[in-house]
């Protein structure tokens, strides 16, 4: 007589253990960075603390949360510089704040950007976990960490706030959680114009979805297909086949691997080539037109922020919707498909000296062109892909500030996802390796640049 074993699968640990050991490498190298920058600021007769929370774009956040809006400066070249190109959530939170702890503005500024800076690390492993895996997700965010300009990360600024809300609202896009997606999606609306880039990734998805659903038929088993193809799970894939009653002579290929291993209907074939959200726990079990009506709601939500915003900054400059534009156009800021942005990278070759850094800008967009290109090979999520181009657009095709644009690119972090991917397959020793030496470059190149021009 042969007794049968049941194996039963561990359960899995919750997100926060599973993100654990990427915040610890992310705490460690923020950590790393500050330090440095300390020494090297005390070194030069400089406050680090005034470097991160007095610079810039900081003493417009301030100067917001202590007395709202209204500042503007007029510059000799005729320019106003007007506080309302400042989108409000950031001096918000600095307001609140104040007004709960003893922190002044601009620590409270500070305060946000760190606690932020780490949610977006939670955020960035949430979503490279569920596409790639939690060894690629723990890559991601120490990637995203060591980047050049990652000291922004630490500063009174935006970036870090904005990257969080964009980070979690793809994630809830990812696991259906439309409404959450869709309130992120607004609030990182509130945060920076970029919050456009979120709102087109819950919009895209959301109609993309729809069309799938209508063109599939709406069965339950053509559903179940399309969200186990989004997932990579191929054994849920062949069960909702089996239960469709769809034909063996279709081969989709797997998100997760990149190979054509499980059978599909048309409608998952598509699914699987420009992979969408899959359902997630808060549509799972629901009648089609609940998790529709969710969805149609989340994607309601999305704009509500930026729009609001925008319409309010028209009142009060009493030009309508255009009003804002106009105050983009008083700091020359503008979009002209990145013609400004070519022209002043050909102005670098007119010198030796100034060649290098041409070459570099070069070399560098195009790294950028080729990584987005590898995500759309490697088949991301369509949430990703729409968001990743439209950052990368609004940052490289904006007529002004070009020195700004490193720290405009730190949101694009899917963007890593690829190059997350290639150091999870190696060593342990020599990933560790590689990211400690590319910490330690991080540091410096921060801590020089804070101390020197940098950031705009």
């Known amino acids: 007589m042969t007794e049968l074993a049941t194996r039963v699968s561990p359960p899995r640990a919750p997100l926060p253990r599973r993100a654990a050991p990427a915040l610890l490498g992310y705490a460690a190298v923020r950590a790393l960075g500050l330090l440095v920058l300390a020494v090297w600021s005390a070194a030069r007769g400089k406050s680090a603390h005034t470097l991160l929370t007095a610079r810039w774009d900081s003493l417009w956040y ?26 409000p959530l950031l001096p918000w939170l600095e307001r609140l704040l104040h007004a709960l702890t003893p922190l002044s503005y601009a620590d409270a500024g500070l305060t946000v950007s760190l606690l932020a800076s780490l949610a977006a690390a939670a955020g960035i492993f949430a979503v490279a976990e569920r596409v790639y895996g939690a060894r690629a997700g723990v890559c991601a965010v120490l990637l995203w960490a060591v980047l050049p300009v ?72 053509a559903r179940g297909e399309e ?82 915003y925008v319409l309010w900054v028209g009142h009060r400059t009493g030009r309508g919707p255009l009003g804002y534009l106009d105050v983009q156009a008083g700091w020359r800021n503008g979009f002209d498909g990145g013609y400004a942005f ?12 100034s060649a290098l850094a041409g070459l570099g800008l070069i070399i560098g967009v195009a790294l950028l062109i080729w990584l987005y290109v590898t995500c759309v090979r490697q088949r991301q999520p369509l949430a990703l892909l729409v968001y990743t181009g439209a950052v990368l657009a609004l940052a490289l095709c904006a007529s002004s500030y070009f020195g700004s644009k490193p720290r ?18 190696s060593r342990t020793a020599r990933s560790a390796l590689v990211t400690a030496g590319l910490a330690a470059a991080a540091a410096a190149y921060g801590a020089l640049w804070l101390n020197g021009s940098g950031p705009p």
């Open 150 to 221: 990652g000291v922004v990360q630490s500063m009174a600024y935006s970036e870090s706030l904005f990257t969080a809300l964009a980070a979690w609202s793809l994630y809830a896009v990812l696991t259906g959680r439309w409404v959450t997606a869709g309130l992120l999606a607004a609030l990182a609306g509130l945060t920076r114009p970029v919050g456009l880039a979120v709102v087109a990734a819950v919009w895209v998805t959301g109609v993309i979805s729809f069309v799938r659903e209508r063109s599939a038929g709406g069965p339950h088993g």
């Open 62 to 87: 301030t100067r917001v949360a202590e007395g709202g809006y209204g500042h503007t400066v007029r510059l000799p070249d005729g320019d106003i510089h007007s506080d309302l190109a400042f989108f």
């Open 342 to 353: 070519a022209r002043f990278v050909a102005d670098k070759f007119t010198s030796f000296p």
């Open 227 to 308: 969200h186990a193809l989004a997932t990579g799970d191929e054994a849920h894939a062949e069960r909702a086949r089996r239960a469709d009653g769809a034909p063996d002579s279709v081969r989709a290929p797997s998100p997760a691997t990149g190979t054509f291993a499980a059978p599909a209907t048309p409608a998952a074939l598509a699914t699987a080539v420009f992979p969408l959200a899959p359902a997630g726990p808060d549509t799972a079990g629901a009648a089609p037109h609940a998790s529709a009506a969710r969805r149609a709601l989340g994607m309601a939500l999305s704009p509500l922020g930026a729009a609001a």
């Open 408 to 425: 405009l690119l730190l949101p694009a972090f899917p963007v890593l996802f690829p190059l997350a991917r290639s150091l999870a397959r």
